[in-house]
């Protein structure tokens, strides 16, 4: 289904760039704004989810009724308390690689300011479309988990190919993975979201199970990702 | 063979539906059921029969190499399996009915998006249509594709290993585009140009949504239309499909009275589907359709008509320009991809592009740099060699429908290149000259223009693909040419009814202010019915004159166009500096600082008149960048400001090498030093890998940037042949860091070369863990790695 992307969070933007509250001139502020309206103006979000049984096992969590099953610890933590999740995969299509693509070899700084613009904007989609499987599943009086993709702590990138497969959305929205398991479109996500009879209290901190969690200068500058 | 006079043949619905009904969708390979459950395939296919179609597809949708990777299921047992069940369907129901192969999309994106080469797409169609013919289907449908350039591949494939008739079907999205963003004017255009049998579109929406596109798909093809609609939209939680069958057959049948000929059912459709739709069409005839006679080319996601003056842009082409041959010889495609898109910017709609260059392997270079421009930019292109390999190397890869320049009256020439534009379906140019040479009259001319039309069409090429060039002379070598050129381009036009090309700017040759010339010619020309300048569009004199030509022939309605882009124009103001617009500091200094381009080039030039190239490099260009990479580390400035910055730098770099080329002196002598780039095999997101090269190219180094997903050993070869000291490698994910550690491995075992490496997965100490000698954290970083490594 289309997902409609009205604005992005230019403070977010920024953040994905390195933003570290340096003024930032007139020009490049009017700059920052045409690459935002230019964006909105490019992507088509497009979204499929579905929703499933899941079966735990020694080795993960199997996704009931398919060969898909999901490795590691880290995703039978997140799941602890689910007996179902929501499957989802969300891209904002190719157009917009092509045109980070041609602003990268035209205008490099204009290429950099919308590939941050379309990082933004595929968030702002897969937010949404959380929020609204959130609303569909607490009218059943559940509630849903965060969400969790392919390469987040243990779980391995590998299984986005079957991941994908399992939603077909190489016809559904147009979202491939490569032989090494990147996702085309570049600007997409998908993600594994628990269904729990009840309420997640103890709120995991999403850095804990990064692997750039070393690394990462938002987390030390305290603005990590996921705020 | 397939489609009969006046009458509709149906086609089946839709199998995954049905596989779903009886449960049998859970496999990860549907197709598999053909070996497991061939009974019900079997079954399955007779419903549709019975239900009234005429063609069926075989249940091999997504059989081919890639998706059955990793089962135990080959491509040929599937097919075979498959259409022996489709065969056991027509021998017990109807003698009649035919069989197709159903080919989808191979389910990987391809290059530049994805990581699939047209090579590899290519194979995979071929083991597919070649097990289909063996196992003896009546014809290939290729469906569902989004993407032009894998369905191409998939075409040619067909019709260079199988002697069936094909099927080319595309699914589009409410906005009339694929999901490539392919609209419907370029399928039908590239697709017809490619010999298939019937052009359609499928799945995707429900008959509602895509009567309105089939409508303009038959505006843009001669060849009979397929429709395939799915059973309306499904719903997105529960996947069921909206409309009824009595519904999808009352609104399918309209798209007879659009003139399509085969019909059937896409997603959510079913035996049920299919008898109403037989029902809704009995005794119903297709609208005979009128022929269509449009002189059109395309790129994957621009149509350009040429119903009226449409600009060619000249300037990729090293003819008598230095600045190009010296980016040609040292394979900076980067040049060349900001001179395309520096020309579309300025009005160009078509670019014509010539790689001919003593020396350098034409045909691999052509197709090389026609990747490369599609990769960035959306417009058509226009393929200037006289050299037949150089031309089907650049079309078979083209996304699209080209333009070749050129043909000449020769019968050889014509006999060789005609049959290369009409197998990969282009345009073409052909110039008014032949073994005779260039004939003196305009009526000569014609003679010749005519005989090209002919030939093109016993060829099978049409009139509206041929377009005439009636030789633009230079006018202070053969003045009353001139005329004589202009009264071709109008008799062309008037008595054969073609479109006409002219190259013009060679009017002006050996003359001062060439410019007054061209535009003069340029406006005589249009007043005569040129319809294709081939100009410099980056002169404003001569866009300038088409946009004005354009109001006075009423090609712009209302004046809109000139308007909206010459109001603008004067609007411009020059450039100043933010926060100092009334005295700025015009220095190079304050224009890298502040990543202003125009000023810094400016300040170059004015600098050039006193001070030594290498100077201003060493004095200027490249400390000033480096207080900005400190700046930049200090967070007082932010990366796009970085980058501003570099971008300024390297206006007055081009400056530098305008000079210097200019004066013949060589322009490897302003580098510091060779540096490889590469993003590691199997990454295709190479943002960081660019950013780092904008900021060293700028700090006085030669990068030799190799791209993304590059093979180790290509890496390796360009290290050894440029004798590079310096390598950079960039992997953003865990999944590749494992191809960066393989690539410096093979590096270390074949050379001295220091390794730099980065990525947003990678740490300091893993980076030296897999044999790096250096962790760049970010571009600044990069820059002081290379100044370490260079001033050792």
Same mark, same amino acid.
């Given at each position: 289904?289309?997902?409609?992307?009205?604005?992005?969070?230019?403070?977010?933007?920024?953040?994905?760039?390195?933003?570290? &509250?340096?003024?930032?001139?007139?020009?490049?502020?009017?700059?920052?704004?045409?690459?935002?309206?230019?964006?909105?103006?490019?992507?088509?979000?497009?979204?499929?989810?579905?929703?499933?049984?899941?079966?735990?096992?020694?080795? #993960?969590?199997?996704?009931?009724?398919?060969?898909?099953?999901?490795?590691?610890?880290?995703?039978?933590?997140?799941?602890?308390?689910?007996?179902?999740?929501?499957?989802?995969?969300?891209?904002?299509?190719?157009?917009?690689?092509?045109?980070?693509?041609?602003?990268?070899?035209?205008?490099?700084?204009?290429?950099?300011?919308?590939?941050? /613009?379309?990082?933004?904007?595929?968030?702002?989609?897969?937010?949404?479309?959380?929020?609204?499987?959130?609303?569909?599943?607490?009218?059943?009086?559940?509630?849903?988990?965060?969400?969790?993709?392919?390469?987040?702590?243990?779980?391995?990138?590998?299984?986005?190919?079957?991941?994908?497969?399992?939603?077909?959305?190489?016809?559904?929205?147009?979202?491939?993975?490569?032989?090494?398991?990147?996702?085309?479109?570049?600007?997409?996500?998908?993600?594994?979201?628990?269904?729990?009879?009840?309420?997640?209290? =103890?709120?995991?901190?999403?850095?804990?199970? /990064?692997?750039?969690?070393?690394?990462?200068?938002?987390?030390?500058?305290?603005?990590? /990702?996921?705020? | 063979?397939?489609?009969?006079?006046?009458?509709?043949?149906?086609?089946?619905?839709?199998?995954?539906?049905?596989?779903?009904?009886?449960?049998?969708?859970?496999?990860?390979?549907?197709?598999?059921?053909?070996?497991?459950?061939?009974?019900?395939?079997?079954?399955?296919?007779?419903? *549709?029969?019975?239900? $009234?179609?005429?063609?069926?597809?075989?249940?091999?949708?997504?059989?081919?190499?890639?998706?059955?990777?990793?089962?135990?299921?080959?491509?040929?047992?599937?097919?075979?399996?498959?259409?022996?069940?489709?065969?056991?369907?027509?021998?017990?129901?109807?003698?009649?009915?035919?069989?197709?192969?159903?080919?989808?999309?191979? #389910?990987?994106?391809?290059?530049?998006?994805?990581?699939?080469?047209?090579?590899?797409?290519?194979?995979?169609? %071929?083991?597919?249509?070649?097990?289909?013919?063996?196992?003896?289907?009546?014809?290939?449908?290729?469906?569902?594709?989004?993407?032009?350039?894998?369905?191409?591949?998939?075409?040619?494939?067909?019709?260079?290993?199988?002697?069936?008739?094909?099927?080319?079907?595309?699914?589009?999205?409410?906005?009339?585009?694929?999901?490539?963003?392919?609209?419907?004017?370029?399928?039908?255009?590239?697709?017809? $140009?490619?010999?298939?049998?019937?052009?359609?579109?499928?799945?995707?929406?429900?008959?509602?949504?895509?009567?309105?596109?089939?409508?303009?798909?038959?505006?843009?093809?001669?060849?009979?239309?397929?429709?395939?609609?799915?059973? $309306?939209?499904?719903?997105?939680?529960?996947?069921? *499909?909206?409309?009824?069958?009595?519904?999808?057959?009352? +609104?399918?049948?309209?798209?007879?009275?659009?003139?399509?000929?085969?019909?059937?059912? /896409?997603?959510?459709?079913?035996?049920?589907?299919?008898?109403?739709?037989?029902?809704?069409?009995?005794?119903?005839?297709?609208?005979?359709?009128?022929?269509?006679?449009?002189?059109?080319?395309?790129?994957?996601?621009?149509?350009?008509?040429?119903? %009226?003056?449409? +600009?060619?842009?000249?300037?990729?082409?090293?003819?008598?320009?230095?600045?190009?041959?010296?980016?040609?010889?040292?394979?900076?495609?980067?040049?060349?991809?900001?001179?395309?898109?520096?020309?579309?910017?300025?009005?160009?709609?078509?670019?014509?592009?010539?790689?001919?260059?003593?020396?350098?392997?034409?045909?691999?270079?052509?197709?090389?740099?026609?990747?490369?421009?599609?990769?960035?930019?959306?417009?058509?292109?226009?393929?200037?060699?006289?050299?037949?390999?150089?031309?089907?190397?650049?079309?078979?890869?083209?996304? $699209?429908?080209?333009?070749?320049?050129?043909?000449?009256?020769?019968?050889?020439?014509?006999?060789?290149?005609?049959?290369?534009?009409?197998? *990969? &379906?282009?345009?073409?140019?052909?110039?008014?000259?032949?073994?005779? &040479?260039?004939?003196?009259?305009?009526?000569?001319?014609?003679?010749?223009?005519?005989?090209?039309?002919?030939?093109?069409?016993?060829?099978?090429?049409?009139? %509206?693909?041929?377009?005439?060039?009636?030789?633009?002379?230079?006018?202070?070598?053969?003045?009353?040419?001139?005329?004589?050129?202009?009264?071709?381009?109008?008799?062309?036009?008037?008595?054969?009814?073609?479109?006409?090309?002219?190259?013009?700017?060679?009017?002006?040759? #050996?003359?001062?202010?060439?410019?007054?010339?061209?535009?003069?010619?340029?406006?005589?020309?249009?007043?005569?019915?040129?319809?294709?300048?081939?100009?410099?569009?980056?002169?404003?004199?001569?866009?300038?004159?088409?946009?004005?030509?354009?109001?006075?022939?009423?090609?712009?309605?209302?004046?809109?166009?000139?308007?909206?882009?010459?109001?603008?124009?004067?609007?411009?103001?020059?450039?100043?500096?933010?926060?100092?617009?009334?005295?700025?500091?015009?220095?190079?200094?304050?224009?890298?600082?502040?990543?202003?381009?125009?000023?810094?080039?400016?300040?170059?030039?004015?600098?050039?008149?006193?001070?030594?190239?290498?100077?201003?490099?060493?004095?200027?260009?490249?400390?000033?960048?480096?207080?900005?990479?400190?700046?930049?580390?200090? &967070?007082?400035?932010?990366?796009?400001?970085?980058?501003?910055?570099?971008?300024?730098?390297?206006?007055?770099?081009?400056?530098?090498?305008?000079?210097? =080329?200019?004066?013949?002196?060589?322009?490897?002598?302003?580098?510091?030093?060779?540096?490889?780039?590469?993003?590691?095999?199997?990454?295709?997101?190479?943002?960081?890998?660019?950013?780092?090269?904008?900021?060293? %190219?700028?700090?006085?180094?030669?990068?030799?940037?190799?791209?993304?997903?590059?093979?180790?050993?290509?890496?390796?070869?360009?290290?050894?042949?440029?004798?590079?000291?310096?390598? #950079?490698?960039?992997?953003?994910?865990? =999944?590749?860091?494992?191809?960066?550690?393989?690539?410096?491995?093979?590096?270390?075992?074949?050379?001295?070369?220091?390794?730099?490496?980065?990525?947003?997965?990678?740490?300091?100490? *893993?980076?030296?863990?897999?044999?790096?000698?250096?962790?760049?954290?970010?571009?600044?970083?990069?820059?002081?790695?290379?100044?370490?490594?260079?001033?050792?």
């Amino acid at each position: 289904m289309n997902i409609s992307v009205e604005s992005l969070d230019e403070r977010e933007i920024l953040r994905n760039m390195g933003y570290r &509250g340096s003024e930032i001139p007139s020009d490049l502020e009017s700059l920052i704004q045409q690459c935002i309206r230019q964006t909105l103006e490019t992507i088509q979000p497009r979204a499929v989810f579905r929703r499933f049984s899941i079966e735990k096992d020694i080795d #993960g969590i199997r996704i009931s009724g398919t060969d898909l099953i999901f490795p590691g610890a880290s995703i039978q933590k997140h799941l602890e308390t689910s007996g179902e999740v929501w499957l989802f995969a969300v891209t904002v299509g190719q157009a917009t690689d092509k045109l980070i693509r041609t602003a990268l070899s035209e205008k490099p700084e204009e290429g950099i300011i919308l590939d941050s /613009c379309a990082a933004i904007a595929v968030e702002t989609a897969a937010d949404k479309i959380q929020e609204m499987l959130r609303e569909t599943v607490e009218r059943e009086g559940k509630f849903i988990t965060s969400r969790f993709s392919p390469g987040y702590g243990d779980l391995p990138l590998s299984v986005q190919r079957d991941f994908l497969t399992l939603l077909d959305t190489s016809r559904k929205i147009g979202l491939t993975v490569t032989d090494r398991f990147l996702m085309v479109p570049s600007k997409s996500v998908s993600a594994i979201i628990g269904i729990s009879p009840t309420e997640i209290k =103890t709120k995991q901190n999403p850095c804990d199970g /990064c692997i750039l969690r070393t690394t990462c200068e938002l987390r030390k500058a305290g603005t990590p /990702c996921w705020k | 063979m397939l489609e009969m006079k006046n009458k509709i043949t149906i086609l089946d619905g839709a199998f995954g539906t049905m596989l779903q009904q009886k449960g049998l969708l859970t496999a990860t390979v549907p197709e598999a059921n053909n070996l497991t459950h061939p009974e019900i395939i079997t079954e399955i296919h007779r419903e *549709y029969i019975r239900s $009234g179609a005429e063609i069926i597809y075989a249940s091999t949708f997504g059989v081919n190499r890639y998706k059955l990777e990793g089962t135990s299921y080959s491509v040929s047992q599937l097919m075979e399996a498959a259409v022996k069940n489709a065969r056991m369907a027509r021998d017990a129901e109807n003698p009649l009915v035919k069989i197709a192969l159903d080919c989808g999309p191979i #389910g990987k994106m391809m290059k530049p998006n994805g990581d699939m080469s047209f090579d590899e797409a290519y194979q995979i169609f %071929e083991e597919i249509v070649t097990a289909g013919e063996q196992a003896g289907v009546d014809l290939i449908v290729f469906e569902t594709f989004t993407d032009l350039a894998e369905i191409k591949a998939g075409i040619l494939a067909a019709k260079e290993h199988t002697d069936l008739p094909i099927f080319a079907s595309m699914s589009f999205e409410a906005n009339g585009r694929t999901f490539a963003g392919v609209p419907i004017s370029a399928a039908a255009l590239t697709l017809s $140009g490619l010999g298939v049998s019937a052009v359609g579109i499928n799945c995707s929406l429900g008959p509602e949504q895509i009567l309105p596109l089939a409508a303009e798909l038959a505006k843009w093809t001669n060849l009979p239309i397929l429709i395939k609609p799915n059973a $309306g939209l499904p719903d997105p939680e529960t996947d069921q *499909y909206e409309i009824t069958p009595a519904e999808f057959a009352e +609104i399918t049948a309209r798209f007879a009275d659009l003139g399509a000929v085969f019909i059937g059912g /896409c997603c959510g459709t079913t035996p049920q589907y299919i008898s109403a739709l037989r029902e809704r069409l009995s005794g119903k005839h297709p609208l005979e359709r009128q022929t269509v006679h449009r002189s059109a080319i395309c790129s994957a996601e621009q149509t350009v008509e040429m119903n %009226e003056v449409r +600009i060619v842009g000249e300037r990729i082409n090293p003819t008598g320009k230095k600045r190009f041959k010296t980016a040609l010889a040292e394979h900076d495609i980067a040049y060349i991809l900001t001179q395309a898109l520096e020309q579309t910017a300025a009005g160009a709609e078509i670019l014509d592009v010539n790689v001919g260059l003593p020396g350098l392997d034409e045909a691999a270079v052509m197709a090389e740099v026609v990747e490369a421009i599609q990769s960035v930019s959306n417009a058509p292109l226009q393929i200037d060699s006289g050299d037949p390999k150089t031309i089907e190397a650049a079309l078979r890869i083209y996304n $699209g429908k080209a333009l070749v320049n050129s043909v000449n009256g020769e019968d050889r020439n014509l006999e060789t290149l005609l049959p290369i534009v009409r197998k *990969y &379906g282009a345009a073409v140019i052909g110039l008014t000259l032949d073994e005779n &040479g260039l004939p003196q009259t305009a009526e000569e001319r014609v003679r010749i223009a005519e005989k090209i039309i002919r030939k093109a069409e016993e060829y099978g090429i049409p009139k %509206e693909d041929v377009i005439i060039d009636c030789l633009t002379l230079t006018v202070s070598a053969q003045q009353e040419q001139a005329m004589e050129t202009l009264k071709a381009v109008r008799m062309v036009k008037d008595r054969l009814g073609v479109k006409t090309v002219l190259g013009v700017s060679n009017i002006s040759f #050996g003359l001062p202010d060439r410019e007054t010339i061209n535009a003069a010619f340029l406006t005589l020309a249009l007043g005569q019915g040129l319809d294709l300048p081939i100009i410099n569009p980056n002169v404003r004199t001569m866009t300038g004159a088409v946009d004005a030509f354009k109001v006075l022939a009423g090609q712009d309605k209302n004046s809109e166009r000139f308007i909206s882009i010459h109001n603008q124009m004067q609007g411009e103001k020059p450039v100043v500096p933010a926060g100092s617009s009334v005295s700025p500091d015009s220095s190079l200094e304050y224009a890298i600082a502040n990543g202003l381009r125009q000023i810094a080039a400016e300040a170059t030039v004015r600098l050039l008149q006193t001070t030594e190239p290498a100077e201003i490099i060493d004095q200027i260009l490249i400390p000033t960048l480096e207080k900005v990479g400190t700046r930049f580390e200090k &967070g007082e400035i932010f990366l796009p400001q970085l980058i501003q910055s570099a971008g300024a730098a390297q206006a007055g770099f081009e400056e530098i090498r305008k000079m210097m =080329t200019r004066s013949s002196q060589s322009g490897a002598n302003l580098s510091k030093g060779k540096i490889v780039l590469a993003t590691v095999r199997g990454d295709i997101h190479d943002i960081g890998k660019n950013i780092v090269k904008v900021v060293l %190219e700028n700090s006085g180094y030669q990068i030799i940037d190799l791209g993304k997903d590059v093979p180790i050993e290509v890496v390796r070869q360009a290290v050894l042949r440029e004798n590079v000291k310096l390598v #950079g490698l960039s992997a953003l994910m865990t =999944t590749t860091v494992k191809s960066m550690a393989e690539t410096i491995r093979d590096l270390k075992s074949h050379s001295e070369c220091r390794i730099m490496v980065g990525g947003a997965v990678l740490t300091k100490d *893993y980076a030296l863990s897999i044999g790096a000698d250096y962790f760049a954290k970010d571009a600044k970083a990069a820059m002081d790695i290379a100044k370490k490594v260079f001033e050792e």
